[in-house]
């Protein structure tokens, strides 16, 4: 069994590091996580965002989440918002697609189009 | 639903909707008497009594967009396929607790699913809301509690990786030392 004495271990070493992540100025990803983007698997995208940003160890990008955002046929639907306010809406969302959001969007800028609301409702 | 960790994580929005700072869940499994019990009690708002007598219906919500809210209903729907029952608590301003009961023999009994998912997110999500979590079988009781997480953290936020990873770890092995052979579909 695992101990809360471990966390102070933990607690020194992040110590070190944590020095070198400042700054929340970035991106932030938003993630509808109401009863309908549940029920369709926001959760492990939710978590797959977390993951994959953790790996990049980008440590200006938030994620958090909110309500139901209003399109619920086309849940799990994520938003993400860059540091100059623009908004972009990714629906029908997976964990699979969250990976390729992360690199392509997140990293380098492109937003992935064919995973974004208004291809969705064409 | 497919699992009681998506209604947990459902039913928590709402505490976090109704500006909770602390939110305890337990989740009871007693075989002696075939019953899990799922309790979730919050610190929030409360619920207007007005509100609170057709609350499980899926055409009773707060919000302003639309006239359905099908969380609550949802939950009630599974607890009565398992030969349970849904009971509110609440008191404005005072605090809300949802308590789902499951037979747990009962073919239709939804599987636990990943509680530990569900309070990891919940955490990511929400890192400024206390979180308790108690497991509990008829003889053994597991106990996880952000606020000794952070006594023990100070400074380093409770949402870094490695901190995250080892509450994963926490969990994990109370679930299995609370719900091992005692829900069937727990490995002991």
Redesign the interface.
């Known amino acids: 069994?695992?101990s809360?004495a471990?966390?102070?271990e933990?607690?020194k070493?992040?110590?070190d590091q944590?020095s070198l992540r400042k700054g929340n100025d970035g991106m932030r990803v938003i993630?509808g996580?109401?009863?309908?983007g549940?029920?369709a698997g926001a959760?492990?995208v939710?978590?797959a965002f977390?993951e994959e940003i953790?790996k990049r160890n980008l440590t200006d990008v938030t994620?958090?989440?909110t309500?139901?955002i209003?399109v619920c046929r086309l849940e799990p639907v994520v938003e993400i918002i860059d540091k100059d306010g623009n908004k972009v809406t990714y629906v029908k969302m997976t964990p699979e697609k969250a990976a390729r959001i992360v690199a392509e969007h997140i990293v380098n800028g492109r937003v992935c189009v064919d995973y974004t609301i208004g291809e969705a409702e064409k | 639903?497919?699992d009681l960790s998506?209604h947990l994580?459902?039913i928590v929005?709402n505490s976090i909707?109704a500006k909770a700072s602390e939110v305890c869940i337990s989740i009871t499994a007693d075989n002696k008497v075939d019953l899990l019990t799922m309790k979730i009690a919050d610190n929030g708002e409360g619920i207007e009594e007005s509100l609170l007598e057709d609350i499980t219906s899926p055409f009773t919500t707060t919000?302003k967009?639309r006239k359905v809210?099908?969380?609550i209903s949802?939950l009630k729907a599974s607890s009565n396929m398992a030969c349970g029952d849904l009971e509110i608590y609440s008191k404005r301003f005072e605090g809300t607790t949802v308590e789902a009961t499951f037979k747990i023999s009962h073919i239709d009994r939804l599987p636990l699913g990943d509680i530990t998912?569900?309070i990891?997110?919940l955490i990511?999500?929400s890192p400024h809301i206390e979180f308790e979590l108690v497991l509990s079988n008829e003889d053994d009781c597991f106990r996880f509690s952000t606020a000794?997480?952070k006594a023990?953290?100070?400074?380093?936020p409770i949402t870094?990786?490695?901190?995250l990873n080892?509450i994963r770890?926490?969990i994990n092995?109370g679930i299995k030392?609370i719900f091992g052979g005692v829900l069937n579909e727990i490995l002991s």
Do not use: F
Not at chain 1, 33 to 36: L, Y
Not at chain 2, 152 to 156: D, I, P, T
């Open positions: 069994m695992k809360l471990e966390l102070e933990i607690r070493k992040t110590l944590m993630v996580m109401a009863t309908c549940i029920a959760r492990p939710m978590s977390v953790n994620v958090t989440m309500g139901c209003g | 639903m497919r998506l994580m459902d929005q909707s919000r967009t809210g099908m969380g949802l998912e569900t990891v997110t990511i999500a000794e997480v023990q953290l100070k400074e380093v870094q990786v490695e901190v080892w770890e926490y092995s030392i």
